[in-house]
Structures are given as C-alpha cells and as structure tokens.
C-alpha cells in the first residue's frame, strides 16, 4: 500500500464517518485527478430517497460536471467498500484509470467478490483495481453501523 | 408479446425518439406501475455531461421520487434496449418486479447477453426479464442514429 492510496484513502474513510453521523450505511468516496481531490462524497440512498445514490455514482456524476466532460480519464476513485455491480458500471462507462477500495463486499462486490468486471476483456473499458487498502478501518465501521443498528 | 407489453414499450419507443431529436443514443424507458406510466425518460448522456444518465437510471429516480420510497416494487420497467451492467445494478438494487426490453445489446447488456444479472440467484433481489417487444423498431431506431452519424 502507497501512502499516496492510503493519503486519498483516509479522505473517503472521514466521507464514510460523515455517512454513518447521517444515518446512512458509511461508505465513502473520493475521486482524484492531477494529484488532488477532485470530488468527494458518501452513501445518501435514504437522503436523497434514491437506491442509486451511492457514493460511487455521485463521485462520478461530480467529477464529470467538473471536468466538463463524461470521461473520466486520469481519475482515480478510492471507495472505502468494494463497489457494487451498478458502480461497477458506472466506472466502465467513466472510463477511469483506476480503482482503489478498502474492504470486500462479499454479498454484492462486483470488482473482486461476484464479478470481475474491471477486468472482464469483453468490456470496451478496463481498468486496474487495487483493494485493501485501510481495509479494517472501512470494515470496522459498516460493522458499528449494523451493529446500532440491531 | 402481450398487448400490454406492447402499448407500454411504444410509449419507451417515443422517448427514444425524442433521443434521437436530441442527437443523444436513441434509449428510452418507462415504468410502469398499478397500470399507468409513472416516470418516462430517455438517455440524456451528452445533454447532461453524465456519463451515469442513461434512460433507465433516470426513470428509477423519477419513480423513486414519484413514490417517494427506493423500494420499486409491483414496478414494471420498459426499456428499449437491453440495460447495461450498471442499469441492471441499478434495477436490482431497486427491487423492480419485472423487466421487458426490446432488442438486446451485444457489447454491454447485462440482462442476456453478456451477463443474466436479473437471475443470479447470489443476488438478494431477482426479477423476470422478458425481451424481444418491439425489437425491430428499437434496433432500427439505434441502426438510423449510428449510420446517421457517419
């Protein structure tokens, strides 16, 4: 693990925090681009009424206004969480460089758990995919959250 | 083809008429629910500058917000083309019951052809996926638009 990755790492874990304070299941993102933050965001599917509002998908969605443009090449997204089989998508269709997450999912992780669709060679966009990165730290608070929880 | 299907996939096929007025990717979807449309759209990519606003993530919002719960069920979504990964994430995620496309899509569909995402019994969420309504006008449609863009 770089201290770069786990720099931009602790950035999506404080967007985790600030989810779990919400009372949304604490999963973080964080999209950099040039070396700096470039978008940050976290899980608001209750919020915003929205089951595709995850922090993936309005990192993504943040990124491409501010960029003026729908590809995301050069941009690095870490998630705190293994991104599901929607995010997975989204971040095909993005186009990003790389994806960095912290802990599996196993029951709906689509880069490493179920699927592999970053590297699934029939796709027209790959790309690389790190994981484990601070991996406890994101773990440990999606167990906090459904332990107050119950 | 049940006549039902039929009458609710013309009305997808309109959207995605309008689409192609809009020079985005000729895709339009409804849902439908106690009987009537709820929520219409069509993809408003390049619109929008997002590369996730695809005609069916659009109508899920719109429906979540129409009923003002992320829980679509007794949902029935129309869309003209085959959903990609990311749309049929989103549809799981969403608990819809029931899915009708018209033609598929060889390169990205995640409903039959490059994946069956809707019957993955690893899933926590299935629903029935029906295809073929309207085929032709959809295909046609999408044949128009790239030829168009020659």
Redesign the interface.
């Known amino acids: 693990m770089s201290e770069r990755d786990k720099f931009f790492m602790k950035a999506a874990i404080r967007e985790a925090e600030r989810a779990f304070q919400e009372d949304e299941v604490p999963i973080g993102a964080v999209a950099v681009f040039d070396g700096k933050i470039i978008a940050s965001n976290h899980n608001r599917?209750e919020q915003l009424?929205?089951?595709?509002a995850h922090a993936e998908?309005l990192v993504?969605?943040e990124t491409?206004?501010k960029l003026?443009?729908?590809?995301?090449t050069g941009v690095t997204l870490y998630v705190t969480i293994e991104p599901?089989?929607?995010?997975?998508?989204?971040l095909?269709?993005?186009?990003i460089d790389r994806l960095v997450f912290g802990a599996r999912d196993p029951?709906?992780g689509?880069a490493k758990s179920?699927?592999e669709?970053g590297e699934?060679p029939?796709m027209?966009h790959r790309f690389e995919v790190a994981e484990g990165v601070m991996a406890e730290e994101a773990a440990q608070l999606m167990r906090s959250f459904f332990a107050s929880k119950r």
Chains 1, 2 share one sequence.
């Open positions: 599917k009424r929205d089951p595709l998908m993504v969605s491409s206004k003026e443009r729908w590809r995301l599901c089989l929607m995010c997975m998508g989204a095909i269709h993005s186009r029951k709906f689509g179920l699927y669709l699934d029939r027209n």
